[in-house]
Nanobody, 130 residues
Framework: QVELVDSGGGLVQAGGSLRLSCAAS????????MGWLRQAPGKEREFVAA????????YYADSVKGRFTISTDNTKNTVYLEMNSLKPEDTAVYYC???????????????????????WGQGTQVTVSS
């Protein structure tokens, strides 16, 4: 049984920073791809960032590139999303998710497909005020 617990969201002013955390049990981050996705009010859920299981590669949506950083602490089986220079358009519920394929390395397109993620956290709300 895989369980993901998201935390770290909150209210922040534009230009501020937040760090989201996702603690996992039942699946080891070092063998599966991990992602962060978000859903803004009235919009579809979208890809934000992903880390390839080997740790060698990360991917980001164009809208967050240069501002967000995904990382993991394998000793704690936790994945993080460091968010800097936040904008009001970053307001959304953020979800961490783990892929269903062990030791799989895909292209950028693979990591952006929501259907590739088998398990999801409960989500954490991020609100950026202008």
């Amino acid at each position: 049984q895989v369980e993901l617990v998201d935390s770290g969201g909150g209210l922040v002013q534009a230009g501020g920073s937040l760090r989201l955390s996702c603690a996992a049990s039942g699946r080891t981050f070092s063998t599966y791809n991990m992602g962060w996705l978000r859903q803004a009010p009235g919009k579809e859920r979208e890809f934000v960032a992903a880390r390839v299981w080997s740790g060698s590669t990360t991917y980001y949506a164009d809208s967050v590139k240069g501002r967000f950083t995904i990382s993991t602490d394998n000793t704690k089986n936790t994945v993080y999303l460091e968010m800097n220079s936040l904008k009001p358009e970053d307001t959304a519920v953020y979800y961490c998710a783990v892929s269903g394929r062990k030791f799989y390395t895909g292209t950028y397109a693979y990591y952006t497909r929501l259907t590739e993620y088998n398990y999801w956290g409960q989500g954490t709300q991020v609100t950026v005020s202008s």
